[in-house]
């Protein structure tokens, strides 16, 4: 795989501006990932393209997705450099991508949903993952939204056909990760 491996990945020469707080929490999420390289990659949800950046670096090929198209806008300019990233705008209740993927990251897009649509949406992306496939949600802490990340990844390792690996707590957020075998 042509990918860069995760230990290689320098989060703090961004252009733009990223919280403390996102900068930690992306720097976690790459950090903990299964695999220093994947073959195909979703990210629903990318929003400003802070951790598809990141994301684009392990994976030969990523797709991002946002129904925001002004924070696309700034994800493209941000994946530019990035030959195999794919950004769309498309609302994801609404959106099921073909796959199969190795790897799924859920970054704070799940507070977004109701209970029944999250649980939903879950299993169709758990679906599109291959043998072996990695899906990663990463929430806040804080009640921002219409679920808490703790909700969030309650209900995910309810309902979600697919075999709860590993997941911790740091500071304000949450990242757990789930795997089809």
């Not at 796959?99 to 949406?121: K, Q, S, T, W």
Request: glycine share 8%; hydrophobic share 45%; net charge negative.
């Amino acid at each position: 795989m042509s990918a860069v491996p995760a230990s290689s990945t320098v989060l703090t020469t961004s252009p733009y501006f990223v919280s403390s707080y996102e900068r930690d929490r992306n720097q976690a999420a790459i950090e903990s990932l299964r695999s220093a390289a994947y073959a195909q990659g979703f990210e629903p949800g990318c929003a400003l393209g802070e951790l598809t950046v990141q994301l684009a670096r392990v994976c030969d090929r990523l797709l991002a997705t946002d129904a925001a198209g002004s924070a696309l806008q700034q994800a493209r300019r941000r994946c530019a450099a990035f030959k195999n990233v794919d950004i769309r705008c498309v609302d994801l209740s609404a959106y099921q991508p073909a796959g199969p993927f190795d790897l799924i990251v859920l970054n704070e897009i799940g507070c977004f949903y109701r209970p029944a649509e999250l649980i939903r949406i879950g299993v169709a992306l758990a679906d599109t993952l291959a043998s072996g496939g990695e899906l990663m949600a990463v929430h806040g802490l804080e009640r921002h939204h219409a679920l808490h990340g703790d909700a969030v990844h309650s209900l995910l390792g309810r309902h979600l056909p697919l075999e709860w690996a590993d997941g911790f707590r740091h500071g304000g957020f949450r990242i757990d990760h789930w795997v089809r075998v």
